[in-house]
Nanobody, 122 residues
């Protein structure tokens, strides 16, 4: 079954940066809203950022000013640039290819990647 593939996770010190990538092989990638979500140990999955097919972006308050979502439709890829990372950003980050944005909050549909682990050490 086709699913998006995340990459770019790893171990980084607090204050550092990482860029996550999500490759989505669907032909109509450019028509989909894409989102990043994360799940920390013992917590529920939460919205991080979303980008619509038209390029509008939305962010969770906890990452505004530090994370930037972008997309390259020619490469079927969505990115999450993360700077000024904090230990509380430690989580598995998931890409979603059917994200709906309601009142600035992203909601993931049934098209998930397997995730990539980001660990931020203090």
């Amino acid at each position: 079954q086709v699913q998006p593939v995340e990459s770019g996770g790893g171990l980084v010190q607090a204050g550092g940066s990482l860029r996550l990538s999500c490759l989505d092989s669907r032909r109509a990638f450019s028509n989909y809203n894409m989102g990043w979500f994360r799940q920390a140990p013992g917590k529920e999955r939460e919205f991080v950022a979303a980008i619509t097919w038209g390029g509008s972006t939305y962010y969770a308050n906890s990452v505004k000013g530090r994370f930037t979502i972008s997309r390259d439709n020619a490469k079927n890829t969505v990115y999450l640039q993360m700077i000024s990372l904090k230990p509380e950003d430690t989580a598995v980050y998931y890409c979603n290819g059917e994200t709906t944005v309601i009142a600035g909050q992203g909601h993931g549909g049934n098209y998930w990647g397997k995730g990539t682990l980001v660990t931020v050490s203090s």
